[in-house]
Structure formats: C-alpha cells, structure tokens
C-alpha cells in the first residue's frame, strides 16, 4: 500500500521560510512525477509546484514562483518544497502527490496518490 507522510508544516511569522516534506513508502516513485498542492477551507485544492520524473523539470503556480522550489530526492523516495518570503496568503493546508507519469502536471486529477496534509499557517 501506497503512503505518502508530509511533514514541515507549522506556524511561521509572515516573511519566513518553512520546508515541507513528502516521504514516500509501499512504492518507489524515482520515475514518476510529483507534486504539491494546497487547500484552503471551503475552496478548491490548487497547485502549487511539480517536478517531473526523471529530468526533474520543475513548474510553479505564478504565485509561488520565486518564492517557492520544489525538489526531489530519489535516493530517499522524498519530494521537498522550500517556503520563503511566506504572507498570510499562504496559510493553508499542503498536500503532497504522486503520479504514475513522469510529466509534471497541474491538475488534481492527474495525481494518483496523495499524503494526508500539513497545516501551514503564517502570523503577519
């Protein structure tokens, strides 16, 4: 069985850095794509940032982009995303995903494993 444990998550003052991790277990993912997500209560699940499989090409939602990077070690079957200048804005929960492809995709329903979910809050 496929499971995926983020951790990382926590408080954080507005202007501040976190790094979330995504471990990966049941299922090695070194060719395949991986992602973060975010939700907010009451709102759609968007994306945040991918990388894909092999090349580990790399896309960011615009409103991550020079903030945020996301990366991947094989090695450790992990996925990272390195927070900085983090604002209120981006309180929320982060999800991290997996897909059996090794493009970097967008969308939700492109995924096809996901972890549980940390809790991102940043104080202003």
């Known amino acids: 069985q496929v499971q995926l444990l983020e951790s990382g998550g926590g408080l954080v003052q507005a202007g501040g850095s976190l790094r979330l991790s995504c471990a990966s277990s049941?299922?090695?993912?070194?060719?395949?794509?991986m992602g973060w997500f975010r939700q907010a209560p009451g709102k759609e699940r968007e994306y945040v940032a991918a990388?894909?499989?092999?090349?580990?090409?790399?896309v960011y939602a615009d409103s991550v982009k020079g903030r945020f990077t996301i990366s991947k070690d094989n090695a450790k079957n992990t996925v990272y995303l390195q927070m900085n200048s983090l604002n209120p804005e981006d309180t929320t929960v982060y999800y991290c995903?997996?897909?059996?492809?090794?493009?970097?995709?967008?969308?939700?329903?492109?995924?096809?494993?996901w972890g549980q979910g940390t809790q991102v809050t940043v104080s202003s």
């Open positions: 995903a997996v897909r059996i492809g090794q493009d970097a995709r967008t969308k939700v329903g492109q995924y096809d494993y």
């Open positions: 049941g299922r090695t993912f070194s060719s395949s794509a």
């Open positions: 990388i894909s499989g092999v090349v580990g090409y790399t």
